[in-house]
């Protein structure tokens, strides 16, 4: 498939560009407050040491917008070693004087692959944390083809009734957008079935377990108002499913990746925070389900943009509104260029900016 094949030659020649890095280096933590399924509490976040995703590693080069496994060992690395950064990242965050926290563990790619993580190193992971106390939720991600009731049943043998979930890049519902244009490899059916075993193990077993998905926000060849409708409707989707919750993640320029030779082509930009601004408001106000808006690379010249006058405040509003769910109410003069975008791009099917056209 082409798609594949030009994931894969940008792929490989990022990876002559960069070395990879030590499992040290991939290690990473930090301690925050976000939404749980217990309302606000403080947060632990673990990049665990990993080779890198799966997906990206093979012959298909991975995800058009993702540069997760630039960052990554891309040699497997020992349990003792991942355990060892593991554990030294724990002791760094104030975790003990909460009563109840919330664990974030990142593998940048699938914490159900054991071939990503080793099931030794996962099982002690999760025992370390049972044995602190007071944690009562665990996050993790995985590709939908890890999501095994065995692997699900190892884990819940040893977490117990803590809360497991499941965060799934689902990017859209339309399965054309994400077989063509991120290369993501797996159908709509594919997470339907993965997030229905996990509804049928919650049911019989008795397992705490949850689903998320993750919503890209403006996938490549794909105009401004399309991405806004297509973000839209895959809430929709997730929400008639019974996934538990969204998180939309809005394009960011990551380096030796496909979206990054089309951004640097200029045929392709990032969306407006006004379109992340409109999807999170239909979402938060039309359906029940928690909906996230990662923020990620905000104002910066290869994230979501409006201007330099409202670019700050808008980011502060939506990481706290995250928190309280409300929507999100503002105005700037940059608005009516927003607008002025996605009622022309579908007219004249551009996938750019438009800068010139007359915004009255
Ligand atoms: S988006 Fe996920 S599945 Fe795709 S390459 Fe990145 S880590 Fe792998
Ligand atoms: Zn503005």
Redesign the pocket.
Known sequence: MEIEKLCKDIRQRAFERKDPKTPEQVGASWYNDDLTYNGVSKTLFVILPTPG?A??LGDSG??TM?S??SDCTLEPIDSETILRIFNEHLQRHPISEEDKISVKLFA??SFLNPYELPKDARDQILQTLVELGNVTEIIVES?PEYVKEDVLDEIFEIIGDTLFEVSI?LETSNDYTRLKKIN?GFTKQDFEDAVKLMQKLSKEKGYNLKSKAYIFVKPILISEAQAIEEAIETARYCNSIGVNRVSFCPATIHGGTVIERLWRQGAYQPPWIWSCIEIINTVREELEIPALLDTSGFGSRRGPYNCKKCNKDLKHMIIANNLTQSKIEYDCECKKEWLAEIENSDMNSSTVEIKHIPLY
């Open positions: 995703c997906w990206a991975g995800c993702c997760y496994v940048s790619g590709r890049g993501k």
